[in-house]
């Protein structure tokens, strides 16, 4: 439901798995398995995939990673955003359908290709998101935040001759683990392919 068939766009994708440390693949194996434990988990309790508020408030809901207040994910997400979360590696580790159905990568790309290496910006754009996303989202503040940075054209690196991706980032709320430290960004977005844009 609402996943695009497509192949991985990474050449040797499962090589540079297996390039990684012990603990960074068990990492990855774990996450995946979470990630499609929930896909099912909301699908047997009549959570639409496709219902963007639901879902996301249900995956956040059954993960270990929890806000430090009270959120209205209605208030934060509108149906139709994208909505990524990253660990402090960069690597993506929930994204809803919207952000499947905008880019060219299958979800193992997504997994585990770090997002720096899968997208390119510029690089003034790349440091102001790795500052307001990372540093300040692992910094531990608590509350959710303004994702301010400007829209732009993002390149899809390993993309076989797919657009490029028109995006506007909306929000941020830092996530945190059961001993209480910041673990996980969750962001909120709208996501064009070039050819919808018209550029």
Same mark, same amino acid.
């Given at each position: 439901?609402? *996943?695009? $068939?497509?192949?991985?766009?990474?050449?040797?994708?499962? %090589?540079?798995?297996?390039? !990684?440390?012990? %603990?960074?693949q068990? /990492?990855?194996?774990?996450?995946?398995?979470? #990630?499609?434990?929930?896909?099912?988990?909301?699908?047997?309790?009549? =959570?639409?995939?496709?219902? %963007?508020?639901? !879902?996301?408030?249900?995956?956040?809901?059954?993960?270990?990673?929890?806000?430090?207040?009270?959120?209205?994910?209605? /208030? =934060?997400? @509108?149906?139709?955003? /994208?909505?990524?979360?990253?660990?402090? %590696?960069?690597?993506?580790?929930?994204?809803?359908? =919207?952000? !499947?159905?905008?880019?060219?990568?299958?979800?193992?790309?997504?997994? *585990?290709?770090?997002?720096? &290496? +899968?997208?390119?910006?510029?690089a003034?754009?790349?440091?102001?998101?790795? @500052? *307001? /996303?990372?540093? @300040?989202g692992?910094?531990?503040? @608590?509350?959710? !935040?303004? #994702?301010?940075?400007?829209?732009?054209?993002?390149?899809?690196?390993?993309s &076989?001759?797919?657009? &490029?991706?028109? =995006?506007?980032?909306?929000?941020?709320?830092? +996530?945190? $683990?059961?001993?209480?430290?910041?673990?996980?960004?969750?962001g909120?977005?709208?996501?064009? +392919?070039?050819?919808?844009?018209?550029?």
């Amino acid at each position: 439901e609402g *996943i695009n $068939d497509c192949s991985s766009q990474v050449e040797n994708l499962w %090589d540079t798995y297996r390039s !990684y440390d012990v %603990d960074r693949q068990a /990492a990855l194996y774990q996450q995946t398995k979470d #990630f499609l434990t929930s896909l099912q988990n909301a699908k047997s309790e009549g =959570v639409s995939l496709l219902n %963007d508020v639901a !879902y996301t408030a249900h995956w956040v809901n059954n993960s270990p990673y929890k806000p430090h207040c009270d959120i209205d994910y209605s /208030a =934060v997400l @509108k149906q139709g955003e /994208a909505v990524e979360a990253y660990n402090s %590696d960069g690597i993506q580790i929930f994204r809803n359908m =919207v952000f !499947y159905r905008s880019v060219a990568y299958s979800p193992g790309d997504m997994a *585990i290709i770090p997002f720096y &290496d +899968l997208y390119t910006r510029s690089a003034d754009l790349t440091e102001k998101i790795i @500052k *307001i /996303a990372f540093q @300040k989202g692992f910094s531990g503040i @608590k509350e959710p !935040y303004k #994702f301010d940075v400007p829209p732009h054209w993002c390149h899809q690196n390993m993309s &076989d001759g797919a657009g &490029d991706l028109w =995006v506007t980032f909306k929000t941020l709320v830092p +996530l945190f $683990d059961e001993s209480g430290e910041p673990a996980v960004i969750l962001g909120t977005s709208t996501i064009e +392919l070039k050819d919808n844009k018209g550029a």
